[in-house]
């Protein structure tokens, strides 16, 4: 059984308290956010590069599985010995050009150049940084599974043991990439 009693005036106290933030309170959280903010940007540009490098090396092995396949499907490799992968390898490769590829396999998907993803513009199949430099490429033209690539702009090369060698030509060795590694 409860026993009820009654409140009285004197028994009840003021319990309201007015809760507030400082002028000082809120710089002091908001420089403590714009700290943290500021950490932070360097990792997610750190985590974008390594999206950006990994959608470029997934590009250059897709030329390369691409033009593999149209060797595989055909008996000879797309078009000729060429440097970069142009405008009309890609019409090729992407069932544009009936005149070498007659049973319009599509072979690669080329979306259009957009930044962070790459792809194709006028100038061929871009990297994800640039829209301006496409892929360079290498076709084993001779047949004896050795090409000739450069990483680097042309100035040093060197032989790979592949039918086809795909990469980009950065000047920045922390964006190059390559089909064969």
Known sequence: MYQVFPMSSSNMKSTTRHHAFTLIE????????????????PAVNGALDSAKKAQAKNNAVQIATAV????????????????TVNSALMNILTAADA????????????????KGKGGTNAQG????????TPYSI????????RVDVSTNGGTANFEIMKKVGVWNVSTNSKYRVTSWD
Request: hydrophobic residues 45%; contains cysteine.
């Open 125 to 132: 199949y871009c990297d994800p940084w640039t829209s301006g």
């Open 26 to 41: 809120l710089l002091v959280v908001i420089s403590i956010i714009a700290i943290l903010a500021s950490l932070a940007f």
């Open 138 to 145: 290498a076709l084993d033209t001779d047949y004896n599974n």
């Open 68 to 83: 593999t396949a149209f060797e595989t499907e055909y008996g000879k490799l797309p078009g000729n010995a060429t440097t």
């Open 99 to 114: 005149a070498n590829n007659p049973r319009a396999i599509v072979f690669l998907e080329a979306p259009t150049w957009k």
